[in-house]
């Protein structure tokens, strides 16, 4: 099974992307867990990443093509893939396309969490001072200040990936501000149980 989850910041993809991991057994392609990854252990890539993601904008589309490239070679991957984070662009969604079309592969669907943009800045809040009770480190993009570029760069490039899923049939969706769980069960219902 191969998916994407779109919707901006916030709206839950992470979420839902790790209970369909354990549901269906494929594996979880989040660019900004990868990134951060690269921060952390101060790759190239990662010191290229560094400040474009502290200061909420996107990282170039050349960066996150060829970390995506290579992970969907990993032999992991081959059972399939929910993409959480990323097309974030057009550009990005048209060299996912022909990245699978070379490879022969198919997306099952395109699931659009909808959500309420007022509503997000809270729940980014409220995501930071989880992270900090249970003893985790707190993103420094999970603040409110950074949170407004985050939501800008998603509504200046990545708002238009949705319609151009939407032209080719693929998109569907989910109410986003609902519960965890009705939103689960409204994906598995998409995806046929
Ligand atoms: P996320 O964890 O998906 O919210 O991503 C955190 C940050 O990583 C974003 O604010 C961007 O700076 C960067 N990032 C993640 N995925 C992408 C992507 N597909 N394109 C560009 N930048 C990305």
Sequence with gaps: MRLILLGPPGAGKGTQAQRLVTKHGIVQLSTGDMLRAAVAAGTPVGLKAKAVMESGGLVSDEIVIGIIRDRIAEPDAAKGFILDGFPRTVAQAEALEAMLTEQKLKLDAVIELEVDQNALVGRIVHRAEEAKAAGQPVRKDDDPEVF??????????????????????????????????????????????
């Design 148 to 193: 407004k570029t985050r939501l800008a760069a998603y509504n200046r490039d990545t708002a238009a990936v949705t319609p151009f899923y939407a032209a080719k049939g693929q998109l569907k969706k989910v109410d986003g501000m609902k519960p965890i769980t009705e939103v689960a069960g409204a994906i598995d219902a998409i995806l046929g149980g």
